[in-house]
């Protein structure tokens, strides 16, 4: 793969230093500052850590239609949740006075929206393929924007048969450089998740985002999904993300079924003087289970956070 050395040596002195609590970053941080962007001198470095809850936690509830993102807005007061992540399964459709009314009862509510999640998957083996997923994703930022929202989740999807894992990061750096030209003219960052698949590594996340190059584009973390290596366990690739943390989806157990230490884990976040959302994105079958875990978010947010 290419300049792998460099990033190597990167990636390994990046995680040191965040594990160190030497690194001081801000949500959304990039390699390089673009005209028109906030000066780093005028981002705090304090911490500011909110909590959150992703639709997807209850998807269960929103299949079966007990549950619509109206009614999501609700239940985020009587969790007493500081935003939400709206997962755009589950909007009914784009149509003119649905999303606006979304964002008026959040609005009303006083929730925030602390972003949008999209399933579009960048690995795609045919140009005209990934055409249509750049569409696709623009679609899904002028709905950010709508929504009121400033950041958008995309994937980047599971190597194809025949394929190369070179050839793989290159589609996703190309269609991210799309995708952040065009939203960063809206204010919107981009954020790849380390889903299942080819960005389920912090050495891969931290290629393309390099490669982006864009203050509009940095890394969804999914504290559950990091692979560990021999070199490398799960929280040392969250850490070494970090420096480019623009949303995080967090849940209580890594997916190979062993538990998270999740007060190691905002203290890395709170080390890294990270601002933006810790959104709950769970897997329980019933909702009951979910204010426990939300709770257990928010005694994290207050003891590491600045607020």
């Given at each position: 793969m290419?300049?792998r050395v460099?990033?190597?040596?990167?990636?390994?002195?990046?995680?040191?230093?965040v594990?160190?609590?030497?690194t001081?970053?801000?949500?959304?941080?990039?390699?390089?500052?673009?005209?028109?962007?906030?000066?780093?001198s005028?981002?705090?470095?304090?911490?500011?850590i909110?909590?959150?809850?992703c639709?997807y936690?209850?998807?269960?509830?929103?299949?079966d239609g007990?549950?619509?993102?109206?009614?999501?807005?609700?239940?985020a007061?009587?969790?007493?949740?500081?935003?939400?992540d709206?997962?755009?399964?589950y909007?009914?459709?784009?149509?003119?006075g649905y999303?606006?009314n979304?964002?008026y009862?959040g609005?009303?509510?006083?929730v925030?929206?602390?972003?949008?999640?999209?399933?579009?998957?960048m690995?795609?083996a045919?140009?005209?393929k990934?055409?249509?997923?750049?569409?696709?994703?623009?679609?899904w930022?002028?709905?950010?924007?709508?929504?009121?929202?400033?950041?958008?989740?995309?994937?980047?999807g599971?190597?194809?048969?025949?394929?190369?894992m070179?050839?793989?990061?290159?589609?996703v750096?190309?269609?991210?450089?799309?995708?952040?030209?065009?939203s960063?003219?809206?204010g919107?960052t981009?954020g790849l998740?380390?889903?299942v698949g080819?960005?389920q590594?912090?050495?891969?996340c931290?290629?393309?985002?390099?490669?982006v190059?864009?203050?509009?584009?940095?890394?969804?973390?999914?504290?559950?999904h990091?692979?560990?290596?021999?070199?490398?366990?799960?929280?040392s690739q969250?850490a070494?993300?970090l420096p480019?943390?623009?949303?995080?989806?967090?849940?209580?157990?890594f997916?190979d079924?062993?538990?998270?230490d999740l007060?190691?884990?905002?203290?890395?976040?709170a080390?890294?003087?990270?601002?933006?959302?810790?959104?709950?994105?769970g897997?329980?079958?019933?909702i009951?289970?979910?204010?426990?875990q939300?709770?257990?978010?928010?005694?994290?947010?207050?003891?590491?956070?600045?607020?």
């Open positions: 290419e300049n460099e990033r190597r040596q990167f990636l390994k002195a990046a995680g040191a230093a594990l160190a609590g030497a001081k970053v801000s949500l959304g941080q990039a390699p390089t500052q673009q005209h028109g962007s906030a000066p780093t005028q981002i705090a470095k304090t911490a500011r909110f909590s959150g809850c639709a936690t209850y998807r269960h509830a929103f299949e007990s549950l619509t993102l109206e009614t999501f807005i609700q239940k007061v009587q969790l007493r949740l500081d935003g939400l709206m997962t755009v399964y909007m009914k459709n784009t149509d003119p999303i606006e979304l964002r009862l609005y009303k509510n006083g925030n929206f602390s972003g949008v999640a999209c399933g579009s998957s690995v795609q045919e140009a005209a990934r055409s249509e997923v750049l569409a696709d994703i623009k679609k930022v002028d709905v950010t924007q709508r929504i009121g929202a400033p950041h958008l989740r995309v994937f980047a599971k190597q194809p048969a025949g394929t190369t070179a050839q793989c990061v290159s589609w750096v190309d269609l991210m450089k799309g995708a952040s030209d065009y960063g003219k809206k919107i981009i998740e380390d889903h080819v960005s590594s912090a050495d891969v931290l290629e393309i985002v390099h490669r190059n864009s203050e509009f584009a940095g890394i969804n973390i999914d504290i559950s990091f692979v560990p290596t021999p070199t490398q366990d799960s929280y969250i070494a993300c480019y943390a623009t949303h995080a989806h967090v849940r209580a157990g997916d079924g062993s538990p998270i007060d190691r884990v905002w203290k890395m976040f080390d890294a003087g990270y601002k933006g959302y810790m959104s709950y994105e897997e329980e079958k019933s009951s289970d979910v204010p426990l939300i709770t257990e978010i928010q005694r994290l947010c207050k003891k590491y956070s600045s607020l």
